[in-house]
């Protein structure tokens, strides 16, 4: 408990809104998505992937180890696509740089793709990952939204780290 609310006090520290963003990709996102009055959920993280799929109009989804994400999916998109192999947007709870290349070698992740992690400061494990993650040379830009995190492969674009309130 005490590491989260740390945790959470040096995110407010960090973070700006969508004027400290330079970035013209993530300000539209930012502004445009992100911080759009229509609410999908009360849960924040699910509230950002829903807010997402219909930003960035993804196609195929995996959703990794969450039956309940699953079906917030499915009752808002029904048309959306599992896939198990190249996907628009993975959603999981876990991933360290070791999982991250093997996606991208592997063909799984493309340019486009976002990559949506829960619970980023739930715990020192969790947070250490995340970090990793966004030193990877691999991802470009990555968003720090406390309750989860967002990461993308965009090669066109300069590495750039957002600590962001939602």
């Not at 969450?66 to 991933?95: A, C, G």
Request: aromatic letters at 14%; proline letters at 3%.
């Amino acid at each position: 408990m005490w590491f989260k609310l740390f945790s959470f006090l040096k995110f407010l520290f960090k973070s700006k809104n969508e004027h400290g963003v330079h970035s013209p990709f993530v300000f539209g996102y930012v502004t445009q998505c992100l911080y759009s009055k229509q609410k999908f959920n009360q849960d924040k993280t699910a509230d950002v992937l829903l807010k997402s799929i219909g930003y960035f109009n993804i196609k195929t989804l995996y959703i990794n180890e969450n039956p309940d994400f699953e079906e917030l999916v499915k009752e808002q998109y029904p048309d959306i696509r599992p896939s198990e192999n190249t996907v628009d947007l993975l959603f999981t709870r876990h991933l360290d740089a070791y999982g991250l290349d093997r996606l991208l070698s592997s063909g799984k992740l493309h340019n486009d793709s976002m990559v949506l992690i829960d619970a980023i400061h739930e715990d020192p494990e969790n947070e250490h990952e995340w970090k990793d993650l966004i030193e990877s040379s691999n991802i470009t830009v990555s968003m720090d939204l406390f309750h989860c995190g967002v990461l993308f492969v965009r090669k066109e674009q300069v590495k750039e780290h957002f600590t962001i309130r939602i």
